[in-house]
């Protein structure tokens, strides 16, 4: 699959799922994702670094999925005012293996990427008890 058509697929996979946890919480951008709610779940940061090359501004969502294609809600997620590049990221999940994907919400239509929002390709990462770092590159969409 080439990068070109691997963006169209995050991107329309996306647009259902992504974030759906922060959207319950009133589009509230500085609020993070609950986490569901479980007995004796050990939970862990994961964090990282987002760098963007281009010019285009907006919202950075960064979510965590436990499969890719999405399935459902993500496990956590987070939006930040992107004002600059590289920024940094942490979100709080339980252990267990995750995609981290994020994208660049340019025209503000909400948690959903459009045509031509930076989007990242996911990234499978583990994330242990004592934490993991992830770092992302966001890449203009075609």
């Known amino acids: 699959m080439n990068k070109a058509a691997l963006f169209a697929l995050v991107g329309s996979l996306l647009v259902s799922s992504t974030l759906l946890a922060c959207s319950s919480h009133g589009h509230d951008e500085s609020e993070e994702a609950p986490a569901p709610e479980t007995q004796s779940v ?23 999925y436990e499969s890719f294609p999405p399935k459902g809600a993500p496990k956590a997620g987070h939006s930040y005012a992107a004002t600059s590049f590289p920024m940094t990221y942490e979100l709080s999940a ?3 293996d995750y995609f981290v ?11 959903e990427p459009s045509a031509g929002d ?25």
């Open 101 to 111: 994907v994020a994208f660049l919400d340019v025209n503000g239509d909400g948690y």
């Open 94 to 96: 339980p252990v267990g």
């Open 118 to 142: 930076p989007m990242s390709l996911p990234a499978k990462t583990n994330v242990a008890a004592s934490g993991a770092t992830v770092d992302i590159a966001l890449a203009d969409g075609k």
């Open 42 to 64: 050990t939970t862990a940061t994961v964090k990282g670094s987002v760098t963007y090359a281009g010019a285009k501004t907006g919202m950075l969502r960064v979510a965590l």
